[in-house]
């Protein structure tokens, strides 16, 4: 089955820096690449995803992008703010054929120092 | 905004006994799934549900578990006899597309088994 490797698990940035959290997958036939932010005491949150016939996709200071030939995809965040602080999952699934749930990373402990 | 409520947040339970967990999903989404997360380990996949029948399913999803939608708003998901190795968070997703993409989670349900 489909593998997800996350790293780092904890990464610490100055506010105003960029973070870029990394994760590679193992099924070359996943094509749906989502990243979940869960602050503590909630869910996961959906905030990017991206599909596999796309390289890059952003939303305004988040942006992912994804290189098939090397199975990674990376998260970055720019110009940071307090409220970035939480834990980052990556997660991976192929989709069609009914296999849709998602795999996820181990998640990165993303913490903004004011 | 929508979003995806479960009950309870906490359920303490003792070794054998069985567990309902409930789930109301987003009210326009057709796609449903639950998902746990061991504390400190990845969140994991364990089945997803549409059209009344089952998807997928993961090997964590066993003889003990099982899912049933009862009405038009509630999700369920049953274990049977629980085990100290259920101790988990357990998430409800729910998502609008065919195909699992745009999975939207819940605040999640602490199961503890005693």
């Known amino acids: 089955g489909e593998n997800v490797e996350q790293h780092p698990s904890t990464l610490s940035v100055q506010e105003g820096d960029s973070a870029v959290i990394k994760c590679t997958y193992s099924d070359s036939a996943s094509n749906y690449f989502p990243w979940y932010k869960q602050e503590l005491g909630k869910g996961p949150q959906l905030i990017i995803d991206?599909?596999?016939?796309?390289g890059e996709k952003k939303d305004q200071r988040i942006a992912v992008t994804l290189n098939k030939t090397a199975k990674h995809f990376s998260l970055h965040i720019t110009e940071t703010q307090p409220e970035d602080s939480a834990v980052y999952f990556c997660a991976a699934s192929k989709h069609g054929g009914g296999a849709d749930g998602l795999t996820f990373g181990k998640g990165t402990h993303l913490i903004i120092q004011p | 905004e929508p979003e995806v409520t479960q009950t309870p947040s906490h359920q303490v339970t003792q070794m054998g006994q069985e567990v309902i967990l409930r789930c109301v999903p987003i009210?326009?989404?057709?796609?449903f799934y639950w998902y746990r997360q061991i504390l400190g380990q990845k969140v994991e996949f364990l089945v997803s549900f549409y059209n009344n029948e089952i998807s997928e399913k993961s090997e964590i999803f066993d003889d003990q578990f099982s899912v049933e939608r009862p009405d038009g708003s509630n999700f369920t998901l049953k274990i049977r006899s629980t085990k100290l190795e259920d101790s988990a968070m357990y998430f409800c997703a729910s998502s609008e597309t065919r195909g699992g993409y745009e999975q939207y989670f819940g605040p999640g349900t602490r199961l503890t088994v005693t």
């Open positions: 991206i599909r596999s016939n796309v």
């Open positions: 009210s326009n989404h057709l796609y």
